[in-house]
């Protein structure tokens, strides 16, 4: 009996916090789209309460957006990219150039192990969800090898836009082997424990991807109602 443990349920409001964060991802709910808590509710037979938990939490992390006593879907705009990805070149230089001096053998190591990985699911063709996944994963070890809690958590305030851009920023053609390219530029400066150029490299990767996911946006796939806005 001492062995057994009882796993609590998941709460409600953590159920529906990953159920539309996944439908935001996704593109189920659109950007600007109404997100109605009583049509929610109704739908699966719950109070309100869980299902406003989990919009404030959406809305703290950036997906969501409270306007005039309405809850829509986040609207990607010029000045947002521009903006989120300032910090990110801000930030996760500086993390890379922390890591490639910091890190041990062992830690660069499962950096590289990463890259193998991603390279065999490009090559496989696999899903590109999994893809996406192995390319936030190079960019989080890298921050968590910093050691680093208060550049950690900078990067986590921006963490759920990020995967947003991420997925559109993996549209186009041949865009997950320019991805590794890059990533393995960044990665072979590290291992010489060049910290000046990795960090360069780094810039020069997210302004790449600020290019094309400003291309990707101001010209939308036919039926998506996502666009740039060009508000500055």
């Known amino acids: ?23 935001i991802y996704e593109g189920k709910f659109q950007p600007g789209e109404r997100i109605n808590e009583t049509q929610l509710a109704k739908e699966f037979n719950v109070s309100k309460s869980p299902i406003r938990e989990a919009i404030r939490i959406l809305e703290k992390e950036g997906l969501l957006v409270v306007e005039k006593l309405k809850v829509v879907v986040y609207e990607p705009t010029l000045k947002d990219v521009k903006d989120i990805y300032f910090c990110r070149k801000a930030l996760e230089s500086f993390a890379v150039s922390l890591t490639t001096q910091m890190a041990s053998d062992e830690e660069l190591g ?21 893809i996406i996944i192995l390319n936030e994963q190079f960019h989080n070890l890298i921050i968590s090898f910093t050691r680093n809690s208060r550049l950690q958590k900078q990067v986590a305030d921006l963490k759920g836009l990020i995967y947003y851009f991420r997925i559109l920023n993996f549209k186009g053609e ?13 990665f072979n400066y590290m291992k010489k424990r060049d910290e000046k150029l990795a960090a360069e490299e780094m810039i020069k990767h997210l302004q790449l991807d600020v290019e094309h996911l400003i291309e990707v946006l101001s010209t939308p796939d ?10 500055i």
């Not at 997950?176 to 530029?185: D, L, N, S």
């Not at 036919?222 to 508000?231: D, F, H, V, Y």
Request: cysteine-free.
């Open 110 to 130: 499962e950096i590289e192990d990463l890259l193998e990985k991603t390279e065999q699911a490009i090559q496989a063709n696999e899903d590109p969800d999994t």
């Open 222 to 231: 036919e039926g998506s109602k996502i666009e740039l806005k060009k508000n």
């Open 1 to 23: 009996m001492g062995d057994l443990s009882l796993e609590k349920p998941q709460p409600y409001y953590e159920q529906f916090y990953h159920m539309i964060k996944k439908m």
């Open 174 to 186: 041949s865009r997950a082997e320019a991805i590794i390219k890059q990533h393995r530029t960044i």
